[in-house]
């Protein structure tokens, strides 16, 4: 052979015969797994290891106690999900889940490596963790998981409907175990979250409801959701798990958070005005009636809410949903005084100019059909016009302005006639 060839060879490590390999290195040592906290529970399919938490009922996470939440009617509950089935439901028997897994887009490839799930037993509050040492243990973790969801008589999740029951569920199907959550109602927080908090709040997400609604603040163990699939990933290698218990101090914050959560909006909707909700919120909370039908509730939530300070912005639009409401009931010499604070409103800002157009030609057709007061009518008319006036040249401009002096022309028309009519 190729002395030259030889010699890369060895340079390469690669000898004939045994006897000058070098020996691997040895393997890692990983960290003791007894530094995990909790136990490891034997199921017919293999371990899986548990932590066990318990809080006093008077625990408090938050503004109340966790045993508060027993105390809000069931029928609350189910009136502010739309989930009727709640109604008959024995709030200690709800089921606080929470999932983290190995990857936040789904499908088939993603496997829920922490289980939480939280629920009162004799006065505590239990929170039991299933962590998954190794992902061939998932088949003793859904045993243990289907166990305790047959007791429940519903599940509380935050975004489980869109996130953690697909994912579950998925996972059940494939070890070919039936799902027993699927039978069960479901009461997603996060919709509803979202529904109160939209307008006043930047973010509806869990942390950020704990700073901005639920007084909470996490510790500095805590770690960000979007690195606890990297985190998981690196304990496999590694077997350290340091970051393993600060992904479940963040799972075990998760469904505390739910529990107050559950309670802070059922206290919300069963007494806004008791509960203290801020300005900004009795307007969401009015626009939430008011997409499920029910006025009434609507209209005083709007009418609370104009009591109080409020933004401009937010101002014209409580007006605005407020005197369409009456308009709809028939009520339109109510909305008269709500359609003139938003004209003016609208006026005073740059931005509320569409308010004010939309305000003073509500006010010209009352006038008209109703108060049957032509000259009213017209002034409302004008007004409407010169606002237009101002706004941008552009083919909105020159629709709005057209209809407006072909209603304006009309009115007059109208009004000389009646002037006829009269001189003779």
């Known amino acids: 052979m190729n002395e030259d060839l030889l010699r890369r060879l060895r340079q390469l490590g690669v000898v004939k015969g045994t006897g000058r390999l070098k020996p691997p ?19 017919p399919y293999g371990p899986c290891h548990v932590v066990e938490t318990r809080y006093p009922g008077d625990h408090r996470h938050g503004p109340t106690p966790l045993r508060s939440l027993l105390d809000c009617p069931s029928a609350t509950l189910a009136h502010l999900a739309d989930l009727p089935d709640l109604a008959e ?25 922490l289980v939480g799930l939280g629920r009162f037993e004799g006065g505590q509050f239990v929170l039991r963790q299933y962590f998954l040492r190794d992902p061939d243990q998932e088949r003793a973790m859904l045993h243990l998981l289907s166990h305790q969801m047959e007791q429940a008589q519903a599940l509380v999740s935050f975004n489980g409907r869109g996130f953690d029951l697909p994912i579950l569920e998925t996972r059940f199907l494939l070890a070919r175990r039936p799902a027993p959550f699927l039978q069960r109602p479901h009461l997603d927080l996060l919709p509803l979250a979202r529904r109160l908090w939209r307008i006043r709040l930047p973010s509806r ?6 700073q ?4 909470v603040r996490r510790e500095q163990a805590d770690v960000p959701g979007y690195l606890i699939p990297f985190l998981y990933r690196d304990y496999l290698r590694s077997g350290n798990v340091a970051p393993i218990r600060r992904i479940l101090y963040h799972n075990v914050v998760d469904i505390l958070s739910m529990v107050t959560l559950t309670e802070t909006l059922s206290r ?15 307007y969401s909370l009015g626009r939430w009636y008011e997409a499920r039908g029910e006025v009434e509730a609507a209209e005083r939530a709007y009418r609370a809410a104009l009591t109080r300070e409020l933004p401009a912005p937010i101002r014209r639009a409580v007006l605005r949903h407020l005197s369409f409401l009456l308009k709809r009931q028939d009520r339109r010499s109510e909305a008269v ?11 005073a800002e740059e931005e509320g100019e569409g308010d004010a157009v939309l305000a003073c030609v509500e006010l010209a057709k009352y006038y008209e059909w109703h108060a049957h007061d ?3 009518a017209i002034t409302w008319s004008r007004r409407a016009l010169r606002v237009v006036t101002g706004w941008p040249p552009g083919p909105h401009r020159e629709r709005v302005e057209g209809e407006l002096r072909h209603r304006l022309g009309r009115l007059e028309r109208k009004a000389g006639e009646r ?3 009269q001189d003779l």
Do not use: N
């Not at 709500?338 to 006026?347: C, K, N, R």
């Open 268 to 282: 919300f909707w069963a007494d806004p005005e008791a509960a203290g909700l801020a300005p900004t919120d009795r």
């Open 25 to 43: 290195p040895p393997p890692s040592r990983p960290v003791p797994q007894a530094e995990l906290p909790g136990e490891t529970v034997e199921t």
């Open 337 to 347: 005084p709500l359609w003139t604070q938003l004209a003016e409103l609208g006026e």
């Open 212 to 215: 901005d609604v639920l007084g």
């Open 89 to 113: 439901v024995d709030l200690s028997r709800l089921l606080f889940l929470d999932t983290e897994t190995t990857g936040l887009a789904g499908g088939t490839g993603t496997i829920p490596f």
């Open 419 to 421: 002037l006829m009519v």
């Open 205 to 210: 997400a869990l942390t950020a409801l704990e």
């Open 374 to 376: 032509i000259g009213a």
